[in-house]
């Protein structure tokens, strides 16, 4: 799994090369993708096409816009109040050492980071490119996402299928944290000068959502 990892990572090197992330989307200020408040960045690009993905439009290693990791940074802790930053995807770990860059400016301010990967800790911790995102990760949600074991509602908080696991890789969150018993939530965004609307949070519920919207 380590050479497909590092296979990964190559797929998103040409944006890597450069010294920029390849960017979805970015939510600025959201309570639903981790603790607290969380500037929360989607990455483009995942190499593993898990069945039923919840953002298939992130697959693709092109699209998307390119943002300076230190640039993106600074948004960030521009954002008053934030507890920390999210990175999603796409796959956060194919292009982890721009992301990196991103998530150790960041949390030097004091801002906690938290990870969703579609590769597991153990794989992860085989592979040197990921070593230092890891090294400044406090929460990780691992594991592929299983469409036919989803997370039930009123499970476990921010998990999308039953296999995988939120490892605490710092200090900085107890297991007995409040916050990670709640429930699930979605949030929607209107923009009337966009003619838009967004939809993030609870993966099966984001999905219902979007789909209703399509019908």
Do not use: K
Not at 7 to 21: I, M
Not at 40 to 46: E, I, K, R
């Amino acid at each position: 799994m380590t050479r497909e990892l590092d296979s990964a990572a190559r797929a998103g090197r040409s944006s890597e090369a450069a010294g920029v992330l390849r960017v979805a989307a970015v939510v600025p200020d959201t309570e639903a993708e981790g603790p607290g408040r969380r500037f929360a960045v989607w990455l483009q690009g995942c190499p593993l096409r898990c069945p039923g993905c919840c953002n298939p439009e992130m697959l693709s290693f092109s699209g998307g816009e390119v943002r300076v990791p230190a640039a993106l940074a600074a948004a960030a802790c521009a954002v008053p109040g934030l507890e920390g930053v999210t990175l999603l995807g796409g796959e956060p770990f194919a292009q982890a050492e721009a992301a990196a860059v991103f998530a150790e400016i960041v949390r030097a301010a004091g801002l906690s980071v938290m990870v969703f990967s579609g590769y597991t800790l153990a794989e992860l911790r085989a592979s040197r490119r990921a070593a230092a995102l890891l090294a400044s990760c406090d929460l990780l949600v691992d594991g592929r996402y299983d469409r036919t074991r989803p997370e039930p509602a009123g499970g476990r908080r921010w998990i999308g299928s039953a296999n995988q696991e939120m490892h605490r890789l710092s200090a900085r969150y107890a297991a007995d944290d409040p916050r990670f018993h709640t429930g699930n939530t979605v949030e929607l965004r209107l923009s009337a000068a966009e003619r838009s609307l967004t939809v993030n949070g609870w993966p099966a519920a984001a999905r219902a959502l979007r789909a209703s919207r399509r019908a």
